[in-house]
Nanobody, 124 residues
Framework: QRQLVESGGGLVQAGDSLRLSCESS????????MAWFRQAPGKERDLVAA????????YYIDSVKGRFTISRDNAKDTVYLQMNRLKSDDTAVYYC?????????????????WGQGTQVTVSS
């Protein structure tokens, strides 16, 4: 059984940076595509960024392009989300998730095996 553990969230000011980490355990990490989702209060959980099993392809939603970078270290079974120039609209609980590696677009699910999430709060 896979377990995903997110960390790195916190309270920051607009314009600051944070790096989120998600460590996977329990199953082979390198054969899975990985993604970061976020859920703001009162809203649905939405895909933010995704990365292919070998790191060769990435996907970002428009609102984070140029500010967020997703990366992975298969030797450490960890995926990262570097978040720069944070805005108040980025405030949410951030979750990582996996899907079996596939040729489908990274924006296409289903993703699963959710972690517990890490809170990111950006004050303006």
């Amino acid at each position: 059984q896979r377990q995903l553990v997110e960390s790195g969230g916190g309270l920051v000011q607009a314009g600051d940076s944070l790096r989120l980490s998600c460590e996977s355990s329990g199953r082979t990490f390198s054969v899975y595509d990985m993604a970061w989702f976020r859920q703001a209060p009162g809203k649905e959980r939405d895909l933010v960024a995704a990365i292919s099993w070998n790191g060769g392809s990435t996907y970002y939603i428009d609102s984070v392009k140029g500010r967020f970078t997703i990366s992975r270290d298969n030797a450490k079974d960890t995926v990262y989300l570097q978040m720069n120039r944070l805005k108040s609209d980025d405030t949410a609980v951030y979750y990582c998730a996996v899907r079996a590696a596939t040729t489908r677009k990274l924006s296409t699910g289903p993703y699963g095996d959710w972690g517990q999430g890490t809170q990111v709060t950006v004050s303006s």
